[in-house]
T-cell receptor, first 114, second 113 residues
Framework: AQTVTQSQPEMSVQEAETVTLSCTYD???????LFWYKQPPSRQMILVIRQEAYKQQNATENRFSVNFQKAAKSFSLKISDSQLGDAAMYFCAYYGGATNKLIFGTGTLLAVQP | GAVVSQHPSWVICKSGTSVKIECRSLDFQATTMFWYRQFPKQSLMLMAT?????????EQGVEKDKFLINHASLTLSTLTVTSAHPEDSSFYIC?????????FGPGTRLTVL
């Protein structure tokens, strides 16, 4: 069965600094998708970034980028120039065709210090 | 685009009553809709998956007779919590799926007194 692990329950970063959130997963599938979602205090789930497993190039979205290591089954999120609005719970998620559903990690609560 | 609404955003009810939560995809048709439950400071727990016109598929441990899901159209799914009890109090989130991507509703906070 597929699993997603986020080993950092909480992280803190200074405003304007860079932070990296870790995520590892386990799967036997070769074709799948990985996502990072942000859940601010409003609790609305917001897609931050997605990565297709067949793409070797790491996805980037403005200040957000990922380090996708397929062989190591690692999918970390880097937030550059952190802003106060980045403070939220971040969930790593996996989607594969075998289950047709998202599998979430336990989340990392990110605090941004002014 | 890809907006999903939920109604109501919050509801308070008495123990023993039933509560219906609606999930609508406003500007697209979703092949599949998902219902999640989330406890404070925890991850999303998938309750069930529903496809339009067919019965929902419930995750292990979820009582299908307590959490009734109806997927009447490609843009509307409803979750009815029947005979609600205080332990059903939680945050319920729906999402609408198009292929490998899901778009989430804003959630519904249910409080059962």
């Amino acid at each position: 069965a597929q699993t997603v692990t986020q080993s950092q329950p909480e992280m803190s970063v200074q405003e304007a600094e860079t932070v990296t959130l870790s995520c590892t997963y386990d799967t036997s599938e070769s074709d799948y998708y990985l996502f990072w979602y942000k859940q601010p205090p409003s609790r609305q789930m917001i897609l931050v970034i997605r990565q297709e497993a067949y793409k070797q190039q790491n996805a980037t979205e403005n200040r957000f980028s990922v380090n996708f290591q397929k062989a190591a089954k690692s999918f970390s999120l880097k937030i550059s120039d952190s802003q106060l609005g980045d403070a939220a719970m971040y969930f790593c998620a996996y989607y594969g065709g075998a289950t047709n559903k998202l599998i979430f990690g336990t989340g990392t609560l990110l605090a941004v210090q002014p | 685009g890809a907006v999903v609404s939920q109604h109501p955003s919050w509801v308070i009810c008495k123990s023993g009553t039933s509560v219906k939560i609606e999930c609508r995809s406003l500007d697209f048709q979703a092949t599949t809709m998902f219902w999640y439950r989330q406890f404070p400071k925890q991850s999303l727990m998938l309750m069930a998956t529903s496809n339009e016109g067919s019965k929902a598929t419930y995750e292990q441990g979820v009582e299908k007779d307590k959490f009734l899901i109806n997927h009447a159209s490609l843009t509307l799914s409803t979750l009815t919590v029947t005979s609600a009890h205080p332990e059903d109090s939680s945050f319920y989130i729906c999402s609408a799926g198009v292929y490998n991507e899901q778009f989430f509703g804003p959630g519904t906070r249910l409080t059962v007194l």
